[in-house]
């Protein structure tokens, strides 16, 4: 089946994409998209939880469903820690470990020591890139890099101190300089992926008047990879 579906806030999606799936549309092309995002996630948490150390043996326990008992295993956690869930999570299927157990060890977001990031705050502003220009790119609120920067704060969460190192020489001249493309186009595949878009859909939410994204492979502009990325936080904090 082709065509556009439309949902109950008048957005279109194109059959076929997981997006039209779950704003409702039942067609054999849609299950399809959708069956296959099924499967890719679930084949991504198999990969994430391959690299997971369980923090010991499933936990045996009892779940009561309807006024009917039953055994089940529970999350042990995973890494260095008890499960998140406390009593642990109802593990399904042959899984050892939580799906937000395997996320927290996998994607780890501690504290790290500041100096490194301090370090790059001052070598971009001999630079002439300043900390509004630092804030904007990398999503970083100006208090805490001002913070970080006089040495008043002395760890940061790891996802900061990564946000503030995309931050490059690039930035200086945002009407004439350009910067990797590469990580704007993983979001955007991302999107495809995980959120069921079409580029022609990301096209047309960005406002571009083309249904296409009309972006290098190489190189871009600081100001469109700043849309892209607040575009894809926006789409994933919906998720």
């Known amino acids: 089946m082709t065509g556009i579906a439309a949902d109950v806030r008048g957005r279109d999606f194109e059959h076929g994409t997981r997006a039209c799936y779950v704003k409702g549309c039942r067609c054999d ?28 043996q499933p936990i045996r326990g009892t779940l009561v469903r309807a006024g009917k008992v039953y055994q089940v295993l529970r999350c042990p956690g995973a890494g260095w820690t008890e499960c998140i869930v406390p009593g642990g999570a109802w593990l399904r299927g042959s899984h050892k ?27 971009l502003s001999r630079r002439g890139i300043g900390r509004d220009t630092v804030a904007d790119i990398a999503g970083v609120a100006v208090s805490l890099i001002d913070l970080v920067r ?46 069921g878009f079409t580029k022609a859909e990301i096209a047309r939410r960005l ?33």
Not at 33 to 40: A, C, I, M, T
Not at 42 to 53: D, F, G, N
Not at 210 to 239: C, G, H, S
């Open 29 to 56: 092309d849609c299950k399809a998209s959708n069956l296959r995002y099924y499967h890719e996630r679930m084949q991504r948490r198999r990969e994430a939880e391959a690299k997971v150390a369980p923090f010991g």
């Open 97 to 123: 470990v939580c799906k937000r157990c395997v996320e927290r060890a996998t994607v780890w977001n501690g504290l790290v020591d500041a100096s490194r990031a301090r370090a790059h705050l001052r070598a």
């Open 150 to 195: 006089t040495g008043k704060q002395t760890q940061i969460r790891a996802s900061t101190e990564r946000a503030l190192f995309r931050v490059t020489a690039d930035a200086v001249n945002d009407g004439s300089v350009y910067v990797d493309a590469r990580p704007t186009w993983k979001l955007i595949g991302r999107l495809i992926r995980e959120g």
């Open 207 to 239: 406002g571009y008047r083309a249904p296409a994204l009309q972006l290098r492979k190489t190189k871009i502009k600081p100001a469109t990879a700043r849309r892209i990325r607040k575009f894809f936080d926006a789409m994933m904090a919906e998720a």
